[in-house]
């Protein structure tokens, strides 16, 4: 049986991680482990995590969201995760977001879900990144409208927010960059 191991960052947003935290807790398909990577908060996030039970928490000095995410797909490897699911203390996935994204894994390395916010659905994973002109954005598209036409659709840059990673590419090209701090991690991996 594959081993898949949720991996959350966060700062100060304990309202938000308690919903994150829900989400995961009951998707359809089965998470093996619930990590929070707590970046030293100070708003009762460390107090209200000790009494949950069924999370494995990794406190350690504010990194950021890059050095957070270095520290879970670290930690997930090293447990033997061959799944890593890979997200900020915002993103609350729906029940069934797990399920859909197995179902679809077999045939790529890394999916990203698509995201909603209080307006709708966030446009934010790069369909084409620019590697010309460095004075311009990296981002030279992002997901649109259109590409919705079809349940998946290929990006050549996400964020870490539910990014879903195989282990074999984190094998290959290593762990997030941990100096990024809070901007460009993801895009950069």
């Not at 797909?73 to 399920?99: P, R, T």
């Not at 307006?119 to 990296?138: M, Q």
């Not at 998946?152 to 964020?159: G, H, I, K, N, Q």
Request: glycine share 6%; proline share 2%; aromatic share 10%.
């Amino acid at each position: 049986m594959e081993k898949i191991i949720a991996c959350v960052v966060t700062y100060n947003r304990l309202e938000l991680l308690k919903k994150v935290v829900s989400g995961l807790r009951n998707q359809t398909f089965k998470i093996d482990e619930i990590v929070i990577i707590n970046n030293n908060s100070t708003d009762g996030t460390e107090e209200w995590l000790s009494k949950q039970q069924d999370l494995t928490t990794i406190k350690q000095e504010n990194l950021g969201s890059s050095g957070g995410q270095y520290t879970a797909a670290k930690y997930a490897m090293e447990q033997g995760a061959d799944y890593i699911w890979l997200m900020d203390d915002d993103v609350v996935a729906d029940e069934n977001c797990l399920e859909v994204i197995m179902s679809h894994i077999e045939n790529f390395d890394v999916i990203c879900p698509l995201r909603h916010n209080l307006d709708g659905i966030y446009y934010n994973d790069v369909t084409k990144i620019n590697l010309s002109n460095p004075f311009k954005s990296i981002w030279k598209s992002i997901i649109n409208t259109d590409d919705l036409k079809s349940e998946l659709v290929p990006v050549e840059a996400f964020t870490f927010e539910g990014a879903f990673i195989k282990r074999q590419v984190i094998e290959t090209i290593g762990l997030p960059e941990k100096g990024f701090f809070i901007y460009g991690d993801d895009t950069d991996y």
